[in-house]
């Protein structure tokens, strides 16, 4: 089974600067996609970026980008000029390549602080 | 109506109860998802439906019950819940093995 592991609880970043969370994950597939979303305090969870694992060019996103490391399994992502609105759960998600209404799989979390 | 959308928002029921929650895309995917999140762990994915069959049924006690009538529209649902099924229950639709899943803003249940 896939797993997929945020060793980051918490994080804070100053208004404007730049923050990378982390994201490592186990799978035995060689066909799979990997996703960034965001939760703000409205809950509503809202897709940040996603990564296909057979395209070793990193996924950029405006401000976001991702360190897709496939070896070593970890998906880290870069969010550049913090602002305010980024504050919020940020989730990591393996998803299977394999057949169609597969499912995601979340890890646990990291909450984003952005002080002004 | 855009997105994914659920209703209600909010509810609040007894132990005894039975109730309904209502999913519904408006992108025209094929595959929809319930999740639940609860206060400190991982989403955790309840059931999928992929061309209005069920394909996944994540060991999910009998007193809740999927229905997919048609691609567009998804309930779950509740019947004799107990206090820790209180969660945010998440719905999520996508079009084919390779898309994102998008979700809607869940529906904050509370059984009393």
């Known amino acids: 089974a896939q797993t997929v592991t945020q060793s980051q609880p918490e994080m804070s970043v100053q208004e404007a600067e730049t923050v990378t969370l982390s994201c490592t994950y186990d799978?035995?597939?060689?066909?799979?996609?990997l996703f960034w979303y965001k939760q703000p305090p409205s809950r509503q969870m809202i897709l940040v970026i996603r990564q296909e694992a057979y395209k070793q060019q990193n996924a950029t996103e405006n401000r976001f980008s991702v360190n897709f490391q496939k070896a070593a399994k970890s998906f880290s992502l870069k969010i550049s000029d913090s602002q305010l609105g980024d504050a919020a759960m940020y989730f990591c998600a393996y998803r299977s390549g394999q057949t169609s209404g597969s499912r995601l799989t979340f890890g646990e979390g990291t909450q984003l602080t952005v002080n002004p | 109506e855009t997105g994914v959308t659920q209703t209600p928002r909010h509810l609040v029921m007894g132990m005894t109860n039975k109730k309904s929650l209502k999913c519904e895309q408006h992108l025209g995917h094929n595959a929809m998802y319930w999740y639940k999140q609860s206060a400190k762990k991982p989403l955790e994915l309840m059931f999928v439906y992929s061309l209005e069959e069920r394909v996944e049924n994540n060991s999910v006690p009998s007193r809740f019950s999927p229905e997919c009538p048609n691609s567009s529209h998804l309930f779950l649902h509740l019947h004799t819940l107990q206090p820790e099924d209180s969660a945010l229950y998440l719905c999520?639709?996508?079009?084919?093995?390779?898309?994102?899943?998008?979700f809607g803003p869940g529906t904050r249940l509370t059984v009393l």
């Open positions: 799978t035995s597939e060689s066909d799979y996609y």
């Open positions: 999520a639709s996508s079009q084919g093995s390779t898309a994102a899943q998008f």
